[in-house]
């Protein structure tokens, strides 16, 4: 197989259009490239090595919410991250073990509790009224294999994308660190509750510099080593250190990469690595974003105002937040031929529109690109996380097939399925077809 994850995808590109996977019937296609996959799972594994230390990866399933994406992940190592009962039943499908699971979210309930702690998943808590659930559950049910941990947000600061950005002073996740009491209750809770073994942080995300994730990391390390001196004991084991490296959408290069984070936490935080805590990550973005890529028709060209515009089938409905806030998150665009090749020629400026009923459904504006014609083809590049499988179903667009490939260096590709496009009846039923009509006399009660 090829190395170049361009060159895959050229190939891929290629195939997907010579073997029909689009086609009148399914203009838009994800695509996902398993060798890329395969490889960023490598490369997170041996950033973080450590001689005498365990470390746990997880996955965090919203960034591809598909079960052979997560199968594929527990085969290369990963475990998942999960953060709603939908999310967990999808690390479940993929048979990611409960050792390796991780739950997390800001809102859960008792009855999602007392699932996660019968399954012996770890559980981390978001605030205090989450451990009192917690401290209830557990007697009730004693023996859970859960371990458990409380998220905390040292408040460290927000990267350049605000609605990315989880360690600002007022943010909704975990126990605000910073605030006035706010240590020392963390510290009584640990001490109220000697099972209490972990402790979680996530502070990144697209548009946080390295430098402020560490200072985090850093924040919650100092913390743990507060509760276990307070302890008197290892009571903290296990740092989860969340995700939120960030991706480079401006070219094929793939920075920082994990090994550059692992680096700047090994020289900013050392205790960390010196084999007395486990330590959990929970990546997204950086694992799945490069590897996807979105390949739609153009269905029509035309011009208003003297703009050239491509009318394709790519628009909100899988790019949902290039298209409502195109200046945090701009995709790289290919004009592709009929073939699905790239295509050459000068760059004249058009915009590429999606086929949502709205006007700002563009994925690019004024964006010099060879002139795509009425039978060409579009990819949206970098599109592996967060896009095609976080369907928006603005106008009962159906949630697109998703192809995984590999591409040889011959140009071959072997596509498997990932998921089937949604069908007309699937898109009925979730839409409440075949229910009673709302204006049937009844009686009403109450
Ligand atoms: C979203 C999320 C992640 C993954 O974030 P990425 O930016 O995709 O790496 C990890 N942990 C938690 C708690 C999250 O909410």
């Not at 997880?58 to 953060?83: N, R, S, Y």
């Not at 692992?262 to 690595?273: H, I, K, Q, S, T």
Request: with cysteine.
């Amino acid at each position: 197989m090829s190395d170049e994850p361009g060159k895959r995808r050229g190939h891929a590109l290629r195939a997907a259009v010579r073997q029909g996977l689009v086609n009148e019937g399914e203009p838009v296609v994800g695509l996902l490239d398993v060798t890329g996959v395969e490889h960023a799972a490598a490369a997170l594994h041996s950033a973080f090595a450590t001689p005498g230390m365990t470390v746990t990866h997880t996955f965090a399933v919203k960034a591809a919410p598909l079960v052979p994406v997560l199968a594929l992940l527990a085969e290369c190592g990963l475990g998942a991250e999960v953060a709603s009962p939908g999310e967990l039943a999808l690390a479940r499908a993929a048979g990611v073990p409960a050792d390796r699971t991780v739950l997390d979210s800001p809102a859960k309930t008792v009855a999602e509790l007392r699932r996660a702690l019968a399954l012996g998943v770890a559980v981390n808590a978001d605030n205090a009224l989450e451990l009192d659930r917690i401290d209830a559950l557990r007697a009730a049910v004693p023996g859970s294999a859960s371990p458990v941990g409380l998220r905390v947000n040292p408040q460290t600061g927000g990267g350049s994308i605000g609605a990315m950005s989880t360690a600002t002073a007022t943010s909704k996740f975990g126990v605000a660190l910073r605030d006035p009491g706010a240590e020392e209750w963390v510290l009584r809770a640990y001490a109220e509750r000697p099972w209490l073994d972990r402790l979680h942080t996530h502070t990144g995300s697209q548009g946080v510099p390295l430098e402020l994730m560490a200072a985090g990391v850093r924040a919650a390390y100092k913390l743990a080593e507060r509760i276990n001196r307070a302890a008197g004991r290892q009571q903290v084991r296990v740092l989860d250190i969340g995700g939120g490296l960030p991706v480079n959408f401006g070219s094929d290069v793939t920075a920082p990469g994990f090994a550059a984070y692992a680096d700047l936490l090994r020289r900013e935080v050392p205790g960390l690595f010196d084999g007395r805590y486990g330590l959990v990550t929970e990546f997204g973005r950086s694992l799945l974003a490069k590897n996807g890529t979105v390949l739609a028709r153009v269905e029509y060209a035309k011009s208003a105002g003297g703009r050239p515009i491509a009318v394709t089938h790519a628009g909100a409905q899988v790019a949902t937040r290039t298209v409502f806030v195109p200046d945090a998150w701009p995709l790289r665009v290919l004009a592709l031929d009929g073939a699905g090749r790239e295509k050459g020629g000068e760059p004249v400026v058009q915009d590429v529109a999606g086929p949502c009923c709205f006007a700002g459904d563009l994925v690019a504006k004024a964006r010099p690109l060879p002139l795509l014609a009425a039978g060409d083809h579009v990819a949206l590049l970098d599109t592996g996380a967060y896009y095609f499988s976080n369907h928006f179903a603005y106008n009962s667009l159906p949630r697109p097939a998703v192809h995984g490939y590999v591409a040889a260096d011959d140009g071959g590709v072997a596509f498997a399925p990932v998921r089937t496009a949604q069908t007309e009846a699937e898109l009925l039923a979730e839409s409440g077809a075949g229910l009673p009509p709302l204006r049937r006399r009844r009686s009403v009660s109450g």
